[in-house]
């Protein structure tokens, strides 16, 4: 698979070490090692996947990838981070990034989710259209990676598309969260793993009007989410 991918990271080692295996790959790859030449490149080059660094110099990791996501670049956001806890993750996600890879990370692993995301990216490039629906007070616009409410443009991650594209073939009827984390992510039997969950929370602050008592995008204690219009 090719693809040309920019990488946002400070530290000149990691960025050098993450080129030679991306162009080993067969990747293009830009690197920038702050947030504002991030952006640029972003807008000059429309990159197919962004690696990106949260402790940037200047304009850190979330300005970072929520300019990205101003400027309606839909190419997945994978965030580089040191930092683990589930209150970092959700809000890069409310941000608009689509993936978390905590450092210090496999290699291997790390080129798995690049492959997962383009994959799940190539509907975009090919042009193909997908639905938009109302959810309570939202209108999700699934073709372009976005909920608006009222005047407000808010821009969904790639996963949270993908999630909401999968909820809406059915709504009402539940989804089981291992069919979830299979169908967009690719990994089968990994209980432990918390992407399916930290996407819902994300997912919830952007739709529901109290996503403490969410109406619209339910748990289903033991089985999985449903969403209800």
């Known amino acids: ?26 990747y293009t790859v830009f690197i920038a090692h702050n947030g504002e030449d991030g952006l640029d490149l972003a807008v000059k080059e429309q990159p197919h996947c962004v690696l990106l660094d949260i402790m940037l110099p200047g304009m850190d990791g979330f300005d970072t990838c929520h300019a990205i996501r101003k400027k309606n670049i839909r190419a997945p956001i994978l965030m580089l981070t040191a930092l683990s806890t589930e209150v970092d993750k959700v809000k890069g996600l409310d941000l608009g990034a689509d993936d978390y890879i905590t450092k210090p990370f496999n290699l291997k692993e790390l080129m798995a989710r690049i492959r997962a995301a383009l994959r799940r990216f190539e509907p975009v490039l090919t042009g193909k259209k997908r639905r938009k629906f109302k959810v309570g007070r939202a209108t999700v616009l699934l073709e372009r990676s976005m909920i608006q409410i009222e005047d407000e443009d808010i821009p969904l991650g790639h996963y949270e598309t993908q999630i909401l594209e999968m909820l809406s073939q059915e709504p009402g009827s ?19 793993n918390r992407s399916v969950d930290n996407h819902i929370v994300s ?26 219009k």
């Open 1 to 26: 698979m090719t693809g040309k991918i920019l990488v946002i990271e400070d530290e000149p080692d990691l960025a050098m070490g993450l080129r030679d295996n991306l162009e080993f790959e067969g």
């Open 174 to 192: 539940i989804i089981d969260r291992q069919q979830l984390l299979s169908e967009i992510w690719g990994l089968d039997n990994e209980p432990m």
């Open 203 to 228: 997912l919830r602050r952007k739709i529901e009007e109290d996503p403490k008592s969410p109406r619209h995008i339910i748990t289903v204690h033991g089985f999985g989410y449903k969403l209800v």
